[in-house]
């Protein structure tokens, strides 16, 4: 059920629909917009009858929601939701650029794909410091190390970090180093994991699961944003379907669905949607011109001698190019590349 209050409600009026919400049993999460707040009451009560919060002062309407997912939804927050994070915002008229290594495997490394991705204007470097692995023989990462030369190397060249976070255990350890946590696929369905992840203070970048549909997704999201932490970022990374011709089936649709359901920003990761270097731009492209509020890809300088995912990677001159294609779709819809 969403609460949606007059223009002008006084704080105190805002705390006694509160109260009268929370002695009827329902958690309430609260979104404070220009004019209005908007109270989100969770809580699966049948019986109730929500002419009782109508009826208080300071109410403009009550609302129904339907869908399973509550505080993901467009009900409970209209307008797109902008997070800014150090100063960079994700979400609204920016599209934003992470890019970097799949893994992080030396000091040199980093700082190499480092300079060059901020050269050509991407703002977030990605990296795995824990890497999840199909095979167990496969790197697993260089852990704290990694995570040690992944920051001293964004702050060189004046970039955010996203990483990767497999378990609960290590969120306290990725906390100190990065500003984005990533949750894997793999992770996408660990609803205990996730509820863990409502507690930290850094926002989550989620991505969807090989086999999860866009409701089973928003969901997920809904674990995390249930358990206080508002900042989910949600990464279309390709689905498994019966094809075989690309390492997944990048769902562009997606974004346009998720923004019509959800106020939560998404982006998209074309170098795991299609895993093929040569068809990295094109699908990136593709994903700007659907309206994805950012975009995600791996970069090396030498992916022949990577540790992981050499074959997706795209050359810092490719990334180079990619990044003059997408400014001038981005500038075509409205929107920019920063």
Known sequence: MVVVTEPGTSEKQIEEIIRVLNEHGFDVHRSTGVQQTVLGAIGVHPEFDHRQIELLSGVAEVLRITEPYKLASRTFKREGSIFDIGGLKIGGNNVVVIAGPCAVENEKQIFTIAEAVARSGARILRGGAFKPRTSPYSFQGLGEDGLKMMR??????????????????????????ADILQIGARNMQNFTFLRELGTASKPVL?????????????????????????????????????????????????????????????????????????????????????????????????????????????????????????????????RTIG
């Not at 649709?253 to 359901?261: G, L, M």
């Not at 990619?322 to 409205?334: D, P, Q, S, T």
Request: glycine share 6%.
């Open 152 to 177: 001293a190397a964004a702050d060189e060249y004046k970039l955010k970090i996203v990483t990767e976070v497999m378990d609960k255990s290590q969120i306290t350890l990725v906390e100190k180093y």
């Open 206 to 334: 989620l991505k969807r699961g090989q086999a999860a549909t866009i409701d089973e997704w928003l969901m997920s999201a809904e674990y995390v944003l249930s358990g206080g932490n508002h900042q989910v970022i949600l990464c279309e990374r390709g689905i498994r379907t019966f094809e075989t011709a690309t390492r997944n089936t990048l769902d562009i649709s997606a974004i346009p669905v998720v923004q019509k359901k959800s106020h939560l920003p998404i982006i998209a990761d074309p170098s795991h949607g299609i895993g093929i270097r040569d068809k990295v731009i094109q699908m990136a492209r593709a994903c700007v011109a659907a309206g994805a509020d950012g975009i995600m890809v791996e970069v090396h300088h030498d992916p022949d001698h990577a540790k992981s995912d050499g074959a997706q990677s795209l050359f810092p001159d490719q990334f180079a190019q990619m990044m003059k294609e997408v400014r001038l779709i981005a500038e075509a819809i409205g």
